[in-house]
């Protein structure tokens, strides 16, 4: 269980006071409007930025003590963060090993994690070779790859058409079932992930301001305003 309690954040023009819980193993989507600090969330959670006061655990460790690389954190932006000079097979490799010094039982990891996002054959591309698709396929692969429990996604397939996104997100979904995950993703467009995520929570003026089932939150009292910050450019 992924446990936020009153984390607090305070720059001269934001503040926000975030409190969340997530189950284990389940996929909660996060929504709200342009600015509302759903980044700030997840950088939060990943370390990029520390709260002034609150508790933030995951399976029942503190992880306000640790720092990023020492979270059991694996986090995919929306600009995917690949290396151009390193092959998708590479740039993969980096979240199972740094140093790219893999052994023969991790080369076959990588390979069968390539296969799982749909790249076989296309292991020694550079991301410049790839399609955007392609692009957020490596860094869910790397992400995934580095068998850490809790992945985070910030809006990561916001840049792809809306057939490309919904298929994805079907990828996500499907990886998950395969190995025990936690994921927090934040999304522009809800009714891609309404009928797949666990849970929905809605993030508007840096706090979480409903969350439960995406069927509830969707047609609850903020219906409209779901659906207005959706609409956003
Ligand atoms: N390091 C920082 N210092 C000061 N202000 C910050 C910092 N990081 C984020 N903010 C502010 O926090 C607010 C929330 O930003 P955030 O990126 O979390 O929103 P968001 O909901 O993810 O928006 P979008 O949907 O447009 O990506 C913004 O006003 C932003 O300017």
Known sequence: MLVIENCRLAWPDFKAEYSLSVAAGTLCAV????GGGKTTLL???????????????FAGQDLLRLEPSERPVAIVFQDHNLFPHLTAAQNVALGLRPSLRLSKGEDVLVAEMLNAVGLEGLERRKPGEMSGGQRQRVA???????????????????????????????LVDALRHKRPVTIVMTIHTPEDVADLADQ???VANGQVVASGPPADILTGPLAAQIAASASEP
């Open 31 to 34: 929504v709200g409007p342009s």
């Open 43 to 57: 950088h939060m959670i990943a370390g990029f930025e520390t709260p002034d006061s609150g508790c933030l655990t």
């Open 140 to 170: 869910l692969a790397r992400a995934l790859i580095s068998g850490r429990p809790l992945i985070l996604l910030d809006e990561p397939f916001s840049g792809l058409d809306p057939g490309l996104r919904r298929s994805m997100i079907q």
């Open 200 to 202: 929905m929570a809605y």
